[in-house]
C-alpha cells in the first residue's frame, strides 16, 4: 500500500469543514480516474484499486491499495509461484509500467498439490509490479492541484 500525502495550511477564515470537503471532493475525482482505464483494455473485469482516506486534521492521506487478490500478488510479488506456464506464456503486464498489453499462453498445472504429485517443484515468483508507487508517482502533482481547485471553487475563487 502507498500513500498519497498532502498538508493543509489552513487560512484562519476558512472553516474546516470547507477544507474538508474540497479533499473529500477532489479525492472523489481522483479514486475515478486511478489507472482503471488501461487495466480495462485486457482485463475483462478489471480489478479495481481502492483510494481511501486516511487522514485527519492537517494532514491528509489517501492510500491506494489492491482491493483483489490476483492484482495483490501481482502488485506486491511473490517468491515462489505453484504454476506451470505454457512454453509460449508472455504476461499482460510487465515491472514498472502501468498500461497492460494482451498476454499470451495458458497455465498447465496450477497448484501445489498438482505439482508436487508430479514431482515438479516450485517455480520462481513472481516480480512485484508495484502500481500502487507509480500510481502516488503519476497522481501526486495532479491531486493537489485538484485539492486547490476545489477550495478555490468553495470559497467563490477568491484564492489558489
Excluded at 498538508?7 to 482503471?36: G, M, T
Excluded at 510479488?77 to 498489453?101: E, F, H, N, V, Y
Aim: glycine fraction near 8%.
Amino acid at each position: 500500500m502507498t500513500s498519497i500525502n498532502f498538508r493543509a495550511i489552513k487560512p484562519p477564515r476558512l472553516k474546516s469543514s470547507v477544507l474538508f470537503a474540497a479533499y473529500n471532493q477532489a479525492a472523489e475525482k481522483f479514486s475515478k480516474r486511478i489507472i482503471q482505464p488501461e487495466f480495462e483494455t485486457v482485463w475483462t473485469d478489471p480489478p479495481p484499486f481502492k483510494v481511501e482516506n486516511k487522514g485527519g486534521g492537517k494532514d491528509v492521506q489517501w492510500d491506494t491499495y489492491a482491493d483483489n487478490e490476483i492484482l495483490f500478488y501481482n502488485n506486491e510479488g511473490t517468491a515462489i509461484r505453484w504454476a506451470l506456464m505454457s512454453s509460449d506464456w508472455s504476461s499482460q503486464t510487465k515491472p514498472g509500467r502501468i498500461p497492460a498489453r494482451p498476454g499470451r499462453g495458458h497455465v498447465v498445472i496450477a497448484g501445489r498439490a498438482a505439482m508436487t504429485a508430479r514431482g515438479i517443484a516450485p517455480r520462481p515468483g513472481i516480480e512485484g509490479r508495484h502500481w500502487d508507487k507509480q500510481i502516488v508517482a503519476k497522481e501526486q502533482k495532479p491531486y493537489e492541484r485538484e485539492v486547490l481547485k476545489e477550495l478555490s471553487d468553495a470559497v467563490g475563487g477568491a484564492w489558489a
